[in-house]
């Protein structure tokens, strides 16, 4: 069973710029959610998505967004870029229950100059 | 929202040793789960235990969900344990945000 996979791997943008990170969930997992991880904040939470809608979001601007395809595939989006977004993004998937347990992809890391 | 603590921050060990990795979770959860990261950033699972205990080879997790800490330990460990280490805690009632520790950063020495 092929695990999450997120693509972009690497990638830089300057300021101002906008960037969509993708994330593919495992197989059958219908929930995907999306963390930053920053030296400074830990791992936090920005949205989760099941079935296409948005289930949850977390403490995040709007220029935060994201989306959920019928397939289940993924996409974040973030725009005008600030230096603060400099972040590993990683996403998760799970089967949706409320006690399910999350897998994660490799990460997307974006450097913001 | 759920409060996760663990401990400790940071760790140094020689190969072959032991240690216990501790969580607090400050309130009911439906979901705990730990976590290694490795050198490229992935999230590597461990173990999902909302309760009780399990063992995978020199890992193993306790979790006591009424008195809200679980607890990892790492025996005869190897250099290729380093990393971190994290818990992260999903609070009963619904919500679906799970809550991250700040982390084990764990070196393991030759």
């Known amino acids: 069973k092929a695990g999450v996979t997120q693509t972009p791997r690497y990638l830089i943008k300057t300021r101002g710029q906008q960037v969509t990170l993708s994330c593919s969930p495992i197989s059958g997992h219908r929930s995907v959610s999306w963390y930053q991880q920053t030296p400074g904040q830990g791992l936090q939470f920005l949205f989760e998505?099941?079935?296409?809608?948005?289930?949850n979001k977390g403490n995040f601007p709007g220029r935060f967004s994201g989306r959920q395809f019928s397939n289940s595939r993924s996409e974040m989006n973030v725009s005008t870029l600030e230096l603060g977004d400099s972040a590993l993004y990683l996403c998760?998937?799970?089967?949706?229950?409320?006690?399910?347990?999350?897998?994660f992809g490799e990460g997307s890391r974006l450097t913001v100059l | 929202g759920i409060q996760v603590e663990q401990s400790p921050p940071d760790l140094i060990l020689q190969e072959g040793a032991n240690s216990t990795l501790r969580c607090n979770f400050s309130d009911s959860v439906n979901n705990l789960q730990w976590f290694h990261q490795n050198p490229w950033g992935q999230l590597i699972n461990l173990f999902y235990i909302p309760s009780g205990t399990k063992q995978n080879g020199r890992l193993s997790a306790t979790t006591v969900a009424t008195e809200r800490y679980s607890l990892l330990y790492i025996s005869s460990s190897q250099t290729t344990d380093s990393g971190v280490y994290f818990c992260a805690a999903l609070r009963s009632g619904g919500s679906y945000i799970p809550t991250f520790g700040r982390g084990t950063s764990l070196i393991v020495h030759p």
């Open positions: 998760a998937s799970s089967g949706g229950t409320y006690t399910g347990e999350l897998f």
């Open positions: 998505y099941f079935s296409e809608t948005q289930r």
